[in-house]
């Protein structure tokens, strides 16, 4: 057989063709099938594509960096660079599908980095897992996909009842964004931003104050800072306020509502209000109609600042607004012109609403003149003697020399007399003056020569008395003959009072002489 | 060696791959059994090129999201990254770490795709009929059966890391959907080598036939 095969040519066997198609291609088939769903599902899994312009990208990664929605990843950042003009840093997220509703005109975006601003510390899980970009809903219906990010990150987000107040201020002291809010030392809200104002004067503060209490900030209301301690040290004595330990460390705003104004209807959101420096000022509000006077001192004004107190007779009119020093060069006289202002209604003028100026100005008038008239004089006065604060006081000065105001002047002048301490203290000199006139080393010197001769005068006194005492003592010459002499002169009074008693019985015994024995 | 070299499907021998018995079948039959160890025996792998072309389509479809879907998933404190093999790449060249970073480069996305291209290439000379470089494409094909298996060291690795890093909440790994569709490139190109025929590539010197030596 195997000989046959090898010498006889054979057809040569072909192998069969394979006509019909494998079922092997259904594995590409599936495989296909399973690459294309799989791509469509990833397609579908992405949502739309924004972008987010940034100051600094510090802290955001492309391809790392999440958007955050209430801690629900929304969306990831997915470039980073940087503007045209290299100012800034545009970053393109890619948002999670069905974001869309959420990509609204408002929505807010920001960087949540660790953040450490007086009650609030944010952000903490952000030193382990990097900072990722909060988000805030807006809630208009406008579609939008190029957002910039915010600075600092809104401090009341989304979903929180209540409502915005604006405060205006001088000074921002030490608030912050996100500093409680006080109402009756309650924590009620935050400060959510700070705003210079263009004219670079005031602040404009917005707060948000939560539902409930929103409803008791009225047209009323003062708000003032209570800034940790609120320590005032002024003529009146020392005097420390405080709101809380919070607010010690942090600062804070406070707000009351005087009870009378409870009736009124509560403020609309973004009422603008004053923000007083403490809560004495925001009961006190400020004059409405300052009038400016000067008063001429020409005694040493130490201790007198500006807003140093002016009162009259005790009560608060108005503070001193300027103490400048002004040489007149004819006379060679020094003065102090110090600039008040006084609040007339303090002083009793009463200004119903818009009082026409000129009205105030012809009250005002009649009030002062009246009241100088009357002996009303400024007056320095040391008002704490702690801390040599020094106010200006008017008062009734009864023989004060009377003097009329020129109202033709510009402030006005108001007269003045020396101050109770000056004059209390130039008495006491003029007596110190004649103290020291006295020549005491004369008379002490004479005083001396004195006492010297005096020491004398009585060393020859006690000799002289010694003598006496000699002459007095009962075994003396002297003494003894004092005796006899005595016994002697008692004789001879009674030899005198015999010759009294026989003359008495015989008148006639000194014509005729003693007669002997009468005859009988 | 002068002679032509005859090969056994032109004699109408067919050879056992299992015990390397020379056989012939019965008359009219081309397929049939083993006489001694009753294995299958075929002329030439039955329609090995058109399986072979299927697997491999299969495999280059999978191929794409092989290397665009993330391997591996890590959940840490700060987050969950998903990585692709690429990325992977990336991530582990550094001064240090470049040998690591080039077998991983090499393994898993150099490997897979030359496995696809070689096939291609070998199933195209032998459906042109190409007579050139049968040596060489033979050496290429050795190659490719070899090194196919050590491919799926990536997905070992990627599943033995996912298996053994689960240190949850603070780090836990997870295979990402790319890996599926990498172990189906490494499968199906492995299917698509076991499905070629390699005698197919001298088959179109010996119709032809080339001297060899």
Redesign the interface.
Known sequence: MADE?TSVP?S??V??R?TR??L??V??I???A??VW??IS?LRSEGPEITITFESAEGLEAG?T?INYKGVDVGTISTIRLTEDHQRVIAKAQMAPRTEAFLVADTKFWVVRPRISGANITGLGTL???SYIGMEIGTSSEDKRDFVALETPPVITGGVPGRFFVLKTSSLGSLDTGTPVFFRHLQVGQIASYTLDKDGRLFTIRIFVQTPYDQYVNPNTRFWQASGFDVQLSASGLKVQTESILSILIGGVAFETPAESDALPPSDPDAVFTLYNNRGEAYEPPPRYPQTYELVFKDSVRGLVPGAEVDFRGIRVGEVTDVRAQVDFRTAQFTVPVTIQLDPQRLGVQVFGQAPPALLEAQRRVLIDSLVAHGVRAQLRSGNLLTGAVLVAFDFFPNAKPVKVDWSQKPVELPTVPGTLQTAEAKLEDILNKVDKLPFTEIGEELKTSLNQLNLTLMSAQGTLKTADNFISPDSPQSQELGTTLMEVSRAARSLRVLADFLEQHPEALVRGKQGEPKK | MSAVPVSAMQQGLQNCHACGLLSYPEAGAEEGRCPRCSEELVFRKRASIQRTWAFVIAAAICYIPANILPVLNTTTATGTDSDTILQGVILLWSPTGWPLSLIVLFASIMIPSAKIIALAYLLISVQRGSIKNNGQRLRLFRIVEFIGRWSMVDVFVDTFTAALIQLQPLMSVSPGPGLFFFAMVVVLTMLGVECFDPRLIWDAASEQGVQYG
């Open positions: 095969r054979q040569r066997a192998p069969r394979q198609i494998s092997v291609w594995i590409p599936v495989a296909l399973v690459g799989v791509g990833r790392k999440k382990i897992s990097g």
